[in-house]
């Protein structure tokens, strides 16, 4: 399985020029019998399967250039067939006025996704805790990395965020596990991309801004 990014100004994943772009597709151990799996999804950077419920999980850049607080990027579950709007619609049938009534025929085939991130905080990976170390509360929930924005008037991201699960469901919220990154609104030292969790039970946390993986661990009360 593997996501395909799309560009700003790109088409959709199955319509116009370009085919199979802003999607996630599956194949075959062996490259073949390519098929989209779903579609709309402008940057699935993190690409995960949830090791309790099996479920396909995207961690998703969404547009740029429609002011501080839009869109907010996104993590969600993903079902096959299910579109998430690009270029077209976002959040459900909000349109994206630079392609107003392009697509109206679409308005309401719209996947909402399921916990919405800061506006421009570039969420990158994503993993799910499924060992012992840390304690009990935090097993299946999952932890994504934000790479933090470039062109928000006052910075956002920066950070390692935990998405809340309640029996494998997202409860639609987030909480700061990992901050500091931020010096002030023009300068950081780091922003995190990956993020995993090691044979012992620890998370790591790799960033590209000041080339550092992080070892976070769980020593008791």
Not at 35 to 63: D, Y
Request: aromatic share 12%; net charge negative; charged share 25%.
């Amino acid at each position: 399985m593997v996501a395909r990014w799309d560009s700003e100004h790109g088409l959709g994943s199955a319509w116009g020029n370009e085919t199979d772009r802003a999607a996630v597709l599956v194949f075959d151990p062996d490259g073949k019998e390519r098929r989209m799996f779903a579609s709309g999804l402008r940057n699935c950077v993190g690409l995960a399967v949830h090791p309790r419920t099996g479920e396909l999980w995207c961690s998703v850049n969404e547009r740029d250039g429609l002011g501080d607080d839009l869109v907010p990027d996104f993590i969600t579950r993903v079902q096959e067939g299910a579109f998430f709007g690009w270029p077209w619609y976002y959040l459900g049938a909000h349109e994206d006025p630079r392609r107003r009534g392009e697509r109206p025929d679409l308005k309401d085939k719209i996947t909402v996704p399921d916990v919405l991130i800061q506006a421009h905080s570039a969420s990158m990976r994503i993993a799910f805790y499924n060992a012992t170390q840390f304690p009990a509360e935090y097993q299946g929930d999952g932890f994504a990395a934000e790479h933090g924005s470039w062109n928000r008037a006052k910075r956002t991201g920066y950070k390692v965020i935990r998405v809340r699960l309640k029996d494998g469901v997202p409860t639609g919220e987030y909480e700061d596990f990992m901050t500091g990154f931020v010096v002030n609104d023009s300068s950081v030292w780091g922003r995190p991309v990956g993020v995993t969790v090691a044979q012992d039970g620890a998370l790591l946390v790799s960033e590209d801004g000041n080339g550092t993986i992080w070892r976070i661990s769980y020593r008791g009360e």
